[in-house]
Structure formats: structure tokens, C-alpha cells
Nanobody, 124 residues
């Protein structure tokens, strides 16, 4: 059974940094586009960043450009999200996900496997 496990969330002050990790099992991530999503309390889940199968291409939502960096290590079956200059509005549960498509996507419905989420809270 495919499992995605996120880690690295926590409480941080505005301007601080966190690095999220996503460990995959029973799945070879090099065959899949992957992404990070987030869901704030009372809001819909939203796309944050995605990365191609090789890791050579990445894309992100405008609100995190220049602050968040997505990466992957296919040899370790891991994906990461480096988050710098965090803002209170970044507070959310963050989820890693595996896409069913071969090309980049930002749509929730295009991602088949999901982790359980890790909470990121940014205080002002």
C-alpha cells in the first residue's frame, strides 16, 4: 500500500524557515510528478508547488515564489519543501501528493496519493 509521510512542520516566527520532508513507500517516485499542497483552517486545499519526475522542472504558486523551494531525491524516494521568509498567512496543514499525470498539474483532482499532512504555524 502506497504511503506518503510528511515531517518537519512546527511553530515558527514570521521570517523564519522550515524544511518539510515527504517520504514515500511502496511507490517509486521517479515515475511521478509530485507536489505540495496546503489547507488552512476553514479553507479549501490549495496547490503550493510541484516538481517534474526528474526534478529538472518545478513550478509554484505566486504567493510562495522566491520563498519556497521544492526539490526531490529520487534515490532516497523523498521530496522536500524548503520554506523561507515564512509569513503568518503560510499557516496551514501541508500535504505531499503524487500525481497521476506525466505533465505538471496544480489541480487537486490530478493527484492520487496523499500524505496525512504536517502542520505549519507561523506566528506574527
Amino acid at each position: 500500500q502506497v504511503q506518503l509521510v510528511e515531517s518537519g512542520g512546527g511553530l515558527v516566527q514570521a521570517g523564519g524557515s522550515l524544511r518539510l520532508s515527504c517520504a514515500a513507500s511502496e511507490l517509486t517516485i521517479s515515475n511521478h510528478v509530485m507536489g505540495w499542497f496546503r489547507q488552512a483552517s476553514g479553507k479549501e486545499r490549495e496547490f503550493v508547488a510541484g516538481i517534474s519526475r526528474s526534478g529538472g522542472n518545478s513550478y509554484s504558486v505566486d504567493s510562495v515564489k522566491g520563498r519556497f523551494t521544492i526539490s526531490r531525491d529520487n534515490a532516497k524516494n523523498m521530496m522536500y519543501l524548503q520554506m523561507n521568509s515564512l509569513k503568518p498567512e503560510d499557516t496551514a496543514a501541508y500535504y505531499c501528493a503524487v500525481s497521476t499525470l506525466l505533465s505538471p498539474s496544480t489541480a487537486v483532482e490530478d493527484f492520487r496519493y496523499w500524505g496525512q499532512g504536517t502542520q505549519v504555524t507561523v506566528s506574527s
